[in-house]
T-cell receptor, first 112, second 110 residues
């Protein structure tokens, strides 16, 4: 089975800090995604990548950036954390075409 | 209008009953559709994929797709308390992205 590993399950950061969320998948998938999930707002796409060093903005990229230096690793960066970025962050990967996602276990980030 | 709309729920059914979860989508270009199950405090897990009109069965789960009506459904037969979760409907978009509905919370009462 595909495994998607997110480095932290819970994270507490201070306003203004630079925050790195790491995601690693072990099945050589080209496509990787970062979503955030908030009550009443559902899953919203932040950024995605379909190849090494390639990245595309999703629906809510403001305040975030990403890095994909290796195929298996997709990092989400909060340049200057703010309280409105408190959320559950979900990383996902999938094969090139037609398949659903495999999600990581999620990182619950609290910005204080 | 959201791209994927689901019954807001919550939905409650007795154990052994059929649970019916419904979803509509707005992008006629979508070709792939997915159902995910999300237990409280956990991440979503893919349980069904469907790509063509008609029914697709997998154990107690049946996914139904009607592209003309832009409608996707998930039926859970012989519902069990362990099926209690939030079910997310998703439509595949270009570049491998998916857009998700807000989910329907199902409770199966023993």
């Amino acid at each position: 089975d595909v495994k998607v590993t997110q480095s932290s399950r819970y994270l507490v950061k201070r306003t203004g800090e630079k925050v790195f969320l790491e995601c690693v998948q072990d099945m050589d998938h080209e496509n990787m995604f970062w979503y955030r999930q908030d009550p009443g707002l559902g899953l919203r796409l932040i950024y995605f990548s379909y190849d090494v060093k390639m990245k595309e903005k999703g629906d809510i990229p403001e305040g975030y950036s990403v890095s994909r230096e290796k195929k298996e690793r997709f990092s989400l960066i909060l340049e200057s954390a703010s309280t409105n970025q408190t959320s559950m962050y979900l990383c996902a990967s999938r094969p090139p075409t037609g398949h659903g996602y495999t999600f990581g276990s999620g990182t619950r980030l609290t910005v204080v | 209008q959201k791209e994927v709309e689901q019954n807001s729920g919550p939905l409650s059914v007795p154990e052994g009953a059929i649970a019916s979860l419904n979803c509509t989508y707005s992008d006629r270009g979508s070709q792939s559709f997915f159902w995910y199950r999300q237990y409280s405090g956990k991440s979503p897990e893919l349980i069904m994929s469907i790509y063509s009109n008609g029914d697709k069965e997998d154990g107690r789960f049946t996914a139904q797709l009607n592209k003309a009506s832009q409608y996707v459904s998930l039926l859970i037969r012989d519902s069990q308390p362990s099926d209690s979760a939030t079910y997310l409907c998703a439509a595949g978009l270009s570049a491998g992205k998916s857009t998700f509905g807000d989910g329907t919370t199902l409770t199966v009462k023993p």
